[in-house]
């Protein structure tokens, strides 16, 4: 089947444009990740929806991040006035299962191959 | 705030040799999943432990969480050329955030 898709897979803006990135997550999983990785870094945790709601945004870095996933399928990532310090790979990712606030729930995420946003 | 320490932050080995990476977080974790990102891939989901003292092998890996809830380990027996790439220790804390280590890189020669 299908895995989790992204487009753009390249991005190429100039400082102070907006951007949005899109997401595809696998058929029926319920919950979406957005990180953003920089070169040799973890993946950094920006956003998580349930459905269509998102349950916890508190990695967004500032009110220029924007993320919405309105039917609880696709998501969109929406960057304002870019800067060069966004440039780095975003990932989208889903799960079947969603999370509860204890944390304890089956949490496999299915990364998309991502795309690379660069800021001139 | 919050943190996952990784170590080492990367290793060369030769093939056969053994690998491990440990995972310590600054608080307590609800679970811990582990990861590979093979270069110029994306991560890809291994495994995960909600357990205290929790024991997982996947033939070659064993996958290990700590009494406490704070550190993990992978450890590869006998390593190969495919073994290559970036093991991410990842975890979340009590709640919907999912915080991931640095990684660590294993160079394998053959």
């Known amino acids: 089947g299908a895995g989790v898709s992204q487009t753009p897979s390249n991005k190429v803006t100039e400082k102070g444009k907006y951007v949005e990135l899109r997401c595809d997550p696998i058929?029926?999983?319920?919950?979406l990740y957005w990180y953003r990785q920089s070169l040799g870094q973890g993946p950094e945790f920006l956003i998580y929806?349930?459905?269509?709601?998102?349950?916890?945004d508190s990695g967004l870095p500032n009110d220029r991040f924007f993320a919405v996933r309105p039917e609880g399928s696709v998501s969109t990532l929406k960057i304002q006035r870019t800067e060069r310090g966004d440039s780095a790979v975003y990932l989208c990712?889903?799960?079947?299962?969603?999370?509860?606030?204890?944390?304890?729930?089956?949490?496999?995420?299915?990364f998309g191959p991502g795309t690379r946003l660069t800021v001139l | 705030g919050q943190q996952v320490m990784q170590i080492p932050q990367y290793q060369h080995v030769q093939e056969g040799e053994d690998f491990t990476t440990y995972c310590n977080s600054s608080t307590t974790l609800s679970n811990i999943q582990w990861y590979k990102q093979r270069p110029g891939g994306h991560p890809v989901f291994l495994i995960q432990?909600?357990?205290?003292?929790e024991v997982k092998k996947q033939k070659r890996l064993t996958f290990q969480f700590g009494e406490a809830k704070k550190n993990s380990s992978l450890h590869i027996t006998a390593t190969q050329t495919t073994d290559v790439g970036t093991y991410f220790c990842?975890?979340?804390?009590?709640?919907?955030?999912?915080?991931f280590g640095a990684g660590t890189r294993l160079f394998v020669k053959a």
């Open positions: 929806f349930q459905g269509t709601g998102a349950a916890d």
């Open positions: 990712a889903s799960s079947l299962k969603v999370l509860s606030v204890s944390g304890g729930a089956y949490n496999e995420q299915f």
């Open positions: 990842a975890g979340n804390t009590g709640g919907f955030k999912t915080i």
């Open positions: 432990l909600v357990k205290s003292g």
């Open positions: 058929s029926g999983h319920t919950a």
